[in-house]
């Protein structure tokens, strides 16, 4: 727990007791209050350490948050996988725990699954439509892109710290979760593009690994974007040379990047998303959600370079 739960920003799990807060109006949290926000808010940091480790092993990654990734340290090895396994139990035993007598129980533990699933689903369709082995551009396509982003990412680092805070809030309405679905999962698409981006084009004793999407066949934002706008001779060259990894394969597609101007493409494509989320954001008139729980993410995540 102490290797892969801390030494991330934690801002999944911050937002929950930051978003109860929000929709409290200003009123003071109990002790109690405080403490159930923030036990989820660590349940949500550690189903993101199951996620990773398992993670890290699929896509045979070497380092994680600056320091090698579990299954790499010594005398760990492929145990990592129940010791994944035993990081998701962590949420379940600490939501009986302390959670049982709460009326709002059952959807605590149906949107862990529901999440968990979904996260699985969008796992599921980068590995088989990117395959390290089986190297296919044809496969990719900037649809198959937002899918797999959505569901690998957006509703667990999005959706669920809200949802999490609105069931302690007591907010029942399915309209209020829809409309803050409608919002959070375009936000965690944003996010994810942003990840693409600096996998590539930031600095790793910044963002804490050294960025693998090329080598590793990833079916990522840069990738589709430089497949959509290139020449014909440029997309031979994304194919002979990507998913594959030696330095020389990497140095080509980069290159590639660089030529239809990847990084303009990106710096374009964040504004566009600041400003329409922005308006997805002043539209929301739910009188159970404030707009201060939207704008407080857009805040942490806009031009943010780790």
Request: aromatic letters at 12%; one cysteine or more; a negative charge.
């Amino acid at each position: 727990m102490r290797h892969n739960v801390l030494g991330g920003k934690m801002n999944r799990g911050l937002t929950v007791a930051e978003t109860l807060r929000i929709l409290k109006r200003g009123e003071e949290l109990s002790k109690e209050e405080i403490f159930k926000a923030n036990l989820l808010g660590w349940c949500i940091e550690w189903l993101q350490a199951f996620f990773l480790v398992s993670d890290d092993i699929m896509d045979n990654s070497k380092t994680r948050r600056g320091q090698p990734c579990w299954y790499r340290v010594g005398g760990v090895g492929m145990v990592a996988i129940n010791d994944a396994f035993i990081l998701e139990s962590a949420i379940y035993f600490f939501l009986k725990k302390h959670f049982k007598k709460d009326a709002y129980y059952v959807e605590l533990i149906e949107l862990f699954h529901e999440t968990t699933y979904q996260t699985e689903l969008g796992q599921l369709l980068d590995l088989i439509t990117a395959p390290e082995d089986d190297i296919d551009l044809t496969r990719f396509s900037i649809e198959k892109h937002a899918f797999i982003v959505r569901y690998k990412t957006a509703y667990y680092s999005f959706y669920l710290p809200v949802a999490l805070a609105m069931h302690m809030a007591g907010v029942k309405d399915e309209a209020a979760f829809k409309q803050a679905e409608d919002i959070l999962l375009p936000l965690g698409e944003y996010f994810q593009v942003q990840d693409d981006y600096l996998d590539c084009y930031g600095k790793p004793e910044v963002i804490g690994k050294i960025g693998t999407d090329i080598e590793d066949n990833k079916c990522s934002w840069l990738i589709n974007q430089a497949l959509d706008k290139a020449t014909p001779e440029q997309v031979k060259v994304l194919h002979e040379n990507y998913g594959r990894r030696a330095e020389a394969n990497v140095v080509a597609v980069k290159e590639v990047y660089n030529q239809i101007g990847v990084e303009g493409l990106f710096k374009a494509y964040e504004e566009e998303s600041y400003t329409r989320l922005n308006a997805l954001i002043a539209k929301l008139d739910h009188p159970l959600l404030s707009q201060d729980v939207f704008t407080s993410f857009m805040k942490r995540i806009y031009k943010r370079t780790k």
